[in-house]
């Protein structure tokens, strides 16, 4: 009679997929049902952010807008990093741009890269083709670190150097 034995075999455990990752892009068609699940709300989302961006003097002379103040600079007295991003995106949306740099030195790019990602994501929504990519633990954390590196600079460009602008 043959004898079961329960015995545990270690095996070398495989990298973890987020370690093994590599820096790759490549386009996809998605389904239908795909699309509208991931690419649609962000469209709308970046769509509603753009249109905002032209709306709000319109809405805020017909008091149908909010002003909500930033906590951080309630508080403190010292804008944050985010601080005159809307008034920047507004002042870009109306061609305003010595006034859009005065409010933030990122919002003008940031509006016309906002643009950019609703166009591609409305041609990704109508077209079926979307661009994947993935990257590797490496270049995660450069962008992640340029990102926060470029806004704390112009946070210091805007307290050191432009103190009427806020």
């Given at each position: ?46 769509a ?18 909010i ?34 740099f ?65």
């Amino acid at each position: 009679m043959a004898q079961v034995i329960d015995a545990e075999v270690a095996l070398p455990l495989p990298p973890s997929t987020r370690d093994a990752v590599k820096t790759r892009i490549w386009v996809e068609r998605s389904t239908l049902d795909s699309r509208l699940k991931k690419e649609a709300p962000l469209f709308v989302l970046t769509a509603a952010v753009v249109a905002l961006s032209f709306l709000l003097p319109t809405l805020q002379a017909h008091h149908a807008w909010i002003n909500v103040p930033c906590i951080f600079h309630s508080l403190t007295g010292v804008p944050c990093l985010a601080c005159g991003l809307t008034r920047s995106y507004v002042f870009t949306a109306h061609g305003n741009f010595a006034s859009a740099f005065n409010m933030h030195l990122l919002g003008p790019l940031m509006f016309f890269a906002t643009c950019g990602v609703a166009a591609y994501l409305a041609t990704s929504v109508v077209s079926g083709y979307r661009i994947r990519y993935t990257l590797s633990k490496h270049w995660r954390r450069m962008a992640f670190w340029s990102v926060l590196g470029l806004f704390l600079v112009c946070w210091g460009i805007k307290l050191v150097f432009m103190k009427g602008s806020w």
